[in-house]
């Protein structure tokens, strides 16, 4: 169970203050599956970080159970010197996880080939976000984040990460921010919007996304 109460965050920006969340309050009860129908300018990335644990609040607090993802896909936390296999021994040796059996699961998940073994600093972006995809669905969270993306790559590698992240996530919380009523529709089965600082629970989708254009 993840609990937002009365939790605020707020940036400066050169036009003035922007709002991403303003007293906000909301409970995502264990196993439910969630999506947040948010536009590109709401914050959603942040209010993602703020659940994954590695942004602050300003106000209110963030209460959860259970271990919390990083962001599914998330390729940021990578040492650009190191290949993609010790990258992937270090944090599973962070993790206290069996660095063998992640490694193999890394290398076959995101189809690397010998690149598994070269430095992540001579990766494009899609080769990153592939092995930031394995390494978020070859650890044991009870609550999955998702922002905008689960899948990367070509479409075939999309559908494997989609059928992946399906049984992964069977009997987890997953909560997903996204503008694309095609995939919360795809993953979740309840529907939130994220505006004007706010959370708000809806009853399904279409209610979601006239919500956001009101």
């Known amino acids: 169970m993840i609990t937002l109460t009365n939790v605020s965050k707020y940036y400066e920006t050169a036009q003035g203050s922007q709002i991403v969340l303003h007293n906000a309050s909301c409970r995502i009860s264990k196993n439910q599956h969630l999506g947040i129908l948010a536009d590109t300018r709401s914050g959603k990335s942040t209010v993602v970080r703020m659940l994954a644990g590695v942004e602050d609040v300003d106000e209110g607090s963030i209460t959860k159970e259970g271990a919390v993802s990083w962001p599914i896909g998330f390729a940021g ?9 010790e990258n992937i021994r270090m944090i599973a040796a962070l993790h206290r996880l069996e660095p063998d059996e992640m490694c193999l699961y890394c290398a076959d998940m995101s189809e690397l080939g010998d690149d598994f073994f070269q430095p992540v600093r ?12 394995a390494l978020s669905m070859a650890m044991d969270f009870d609550v999955y984040l998702a922002d905008e993306s689960v899948g990367v790559g070509n479409e075939a590698f999309r559908r494997k990460c989609e059928v992946i992240l399906d049984a992964r996530i069977q009997d987890r919380t997953f909560i997903l921010f996204s503008r694309n009523i095609r995939l919360l529709k795809r993953f979740c089965t309840d529907a ?18 006239k919500l956001l254009v009101a």
Not at 122 to 133: E, H, P, Q, T, V
Not at 194 to 205: A, M, N, Q
């Open 192 to 209: 939130a919007v994220l505006k004007d600082g706010k959370i708000v629970t809806c009853d399904s989708f279409d209610e979601a996304a």
């Open 122 to 133: 001579n990766y494009s972006s899609g080769m990153r976000a592939a092995l930031g995809f």
């Open 77 to 85: 936390g990578f040492h650009s010197d190191l290949t993609g296999e």
